[in-house]
Nanobody, 125 residues
Framework: QVQLVESGGGLVQAGGSLRLSCASSGRTFSRYAMGWFRQAPGKERELVAAISRSDVRTYYPDSVKGRFTISRDNDKNTVYLQMDRLKPEDTAVYYC??????????????????WGQGTQVTVSS
């Protein structure tokens, strides 16, 4: 079982920045691709950033590409989401997620099976 705990959400004005962190328990963090999802009221859950096990490859949808940056520190069992130039449409609950062990498909939303509790990000206009 992978335990994930997000932090860093909050209220920010449009154009501002936030950095989310996700801490994982255990010694097997590098076995998992990691992703960040978000879900706004009335909308489907969306994969907004993903990173491979090796910390070499990343994925972003067009909605956030160029504004969001995912990174991981396998020595600290932590994944981050740096969000810049935030827009009101970015308002959502953001969830950290881990893939099935040893997954090579970090860019596929269906690979993620472990979830954090979520952290609220609210961007005011």
């Amino acid at each position: 079982q992978v335990q994930l705990v997000e932090s860093g959400g909050g209220l920010v004005q449009a154009g501002g920045s936030l950095r989310l962190s996700c801490a994982s328990s255990g010694r097997t963090f590098s076995r998992y691709a990691m992703g960040w999802f978000r879900q706004a009221p009335g909308k489907e859950r969306e994969l907004v950033a993903a990173i491979s096990r090796s910390d070499v490859r990343t994925y972003y949808p067009d909605s956030v590409k160029g504004r969001f940056t995912i990174s991981r520190d396998n020595d600290k069992n932590t994944v981050y989401l740096q969000m810049d130039r935030l827009k009101p449409e970015d308002t959502a609950v953001y969830y950290c997620a881990a893939s099935t062990p040893y997954s090579s498909y970090y860019y596929r939303a269906g690979e993620y099976v472990y979830w954090g509790q979520g952290t609220q990000v609210t961007v005011s206009s």
